[in-house]
Structures are given as C-alpha cells and as structure tokens.
C-alpha cells in the first residue's frame, strides 16, 4: 500500500475488483477536502482532518442485485432508501430501477465529495434522457432520487442539494439535515471502511432496534448489529440487518443462500 493509500485508508477489495487508482483521488485534489468541523456537533468524532471517513469505491452491480433480491419495501408510500456516503449514486440508481414507484418512494444520498455528485449527476441526467422512451419512464427515476452534499457524520447542519425532483422543476427545497433523513428513511445503505462503522453501529443499533429500519452493509459485516443479521456474509460481500424478520442461524443462512 502507497503512502497516500495509508493516510485515506483502505477499502480491500476481493480478488475480482479491479483497483482504478481512486485513493488518489483526495491527496491530489486539495480542494476536495473539508474543513474540520467541531466534533461537539458529529454523530462521532474521527481523526482525518479532510472529514472523510471512507474513500470512494462503487458497489458492483452484480453484488448489489444479489442483496437486492432480500430487500422487501413493504410499507407502501413511505419506503426510503439512504445511501450513507453515496459516492456516484449507482446503489440509488439501481435500486430505483429495480423497485417501482409504489414500493420504493425515495431514493436518498449523502455524499462529501462535491465534485463526484456533480459529475454523478450530469451523468444521471444524460442517460435518463437518452434511455427515457416515456416521459414516465424518465419520472419514475428522476422523481425519486435526491442527492446531497454534507457531511454523514454531522447531524444538524443543513445539507446543499445536488438534485432533487423540486430542484429540477426549479421550486425550493426545504432545508434538509443528516438528522431528518436519518428519521425520514426505512433502508439504511452503507459501504465505509469497518471504522467507521464501528463508529457508526450506535447509530444503526438505534435505528434497527428503536425506529425498525433495515441496515444494508456492502463488504463488511458490522459486528455489533450480528443478532439482526438476516442475509450475507463473508462468501456474499454483503449483509442484511433487520430486527423484523425473525433471525435464522448463520448455518441454515449458508444452506439456503
Ligand atoms: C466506498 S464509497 C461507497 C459509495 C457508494 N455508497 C457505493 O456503495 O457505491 C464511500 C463514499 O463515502 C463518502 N464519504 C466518506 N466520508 C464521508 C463523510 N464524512 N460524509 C459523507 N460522505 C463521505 C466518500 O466520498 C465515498 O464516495
């Protein structure tokens, strides 16, 4: 591992994930990284002095559809999925694709890296024209998904929006914060590096036990929510935590997986 990789810590990736040099991404980039902000007011506090605690690396698709298929939005028209770190939004993307409107009604990311949701959402915008035969089509991504820049570990501070349906028809957002996601949500996505998480599992702990959300974790398990894990594991790169659905023993997990 370089030098750089060492001070932005490190996602391993398996063997089938090729590296395509983003760790850089940060120690080349000075003005991608945030002002330290007063740990009084963070969810948790963490010693990079940019505010990242994790660097970008998307999901794999062919990973996400497999965690996908035991994902179930069943409280219709509240259903919201946040994507913790949301990098270019292809978690969102896809998950939007996958679900219908009437299942899955928001699909919400948070992310630092400003210029990666810029890009992500031009990116966003072109293709949904391109592919868009109905004006519907073209809706039912577009209306659901929001995108904001912030910082995931700071509750109350407003978040600026990158895009969102209100944006694109040019009204006004109400002032959104880490804090009114996290309650407004049902599904919480995230693929940070597993110290973060650990800081983070509070949070999750709450959020799965107290208000009933599933907590969704690319890679790495999060051992302090194990007792709620329902799917995954080390062979499937993904784990599903819910408190609703009764538990089954990692063994029968693996027979049936
Ligand atoms: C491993 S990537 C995951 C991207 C996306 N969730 C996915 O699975 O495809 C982690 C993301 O977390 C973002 N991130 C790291 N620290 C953050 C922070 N303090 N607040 C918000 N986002 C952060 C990074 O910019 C990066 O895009």
């Not at 999925?81 to 219908?100: H, K, N, R, S």
Request: net charge negative.
């Amino acid at each position: 591992m370089s030098e750089g990789q060492e001070s932005h810590g490190n996602i391993q990736e398996p063997d089938h994930i090729e590296s395509s040099g983003e760790y850089d991404r940060y120690r080349d980039n000075p003005e991608l990284l945030a002002e330290t902000k007063l740990k009084t007011s963070r969810l948790f506090s963490f010693d990079w002095a940019n505010g990242f605690v994790s660097p970008f690396r998307p999901t794999p698709r062919d990973i996400l559809s497999n965690m996908l298929q035991h994902v179930h939005f069943s409280t219709p028209g509240k259903d919201t999925l946040l994507d913790l770190g949301c990098g270019d939004a292809v978690v969102l993307i896809q998950a939007l694709e996958t679900f219908p409107s009437s299942q899955l009604v928001r699909a919400i990311g948070v992310d630092l890296d400003k210029p990666l949701l810029e890009t992500a959402k031009e990116g966003i915008l072109q293709e949904r024209k391109a592919s868009a035969t109905t004006n519907d089509e073209h809706d039912s991504i577009l209306s659901r998904l929001e995108l904001y820049h912030g910082d995931l570990t700071i509750k109350d501070e407003s978040l600026t929006t990158i895009l969102s349906p209100n944006e694109l028809r040019g009204q006004c957002d109400r002032e959104t914060t880490m804090r009114q996601l996290i309650d407004e949500c049902s599904h919480i996505f995230v693929y940070l590096l597993p110290e973060a998480l650990s800081k983070l599992a509070p949070l999750l702990l709450e959020a799965i036990e107290v208000t009933q959300k599933v907590v969704l974790s690319m890679r790495w398990e999060i051992p302090e929510l194990a007792k709620y894990q329902v799917h995954g594991g080390v062979g499937q790169q993904y784990y599903v935590y819910d408190n609703k659905i009764p538990c089954v023993s990692l063994t029968e997990m693996e027979k049936n997986e």
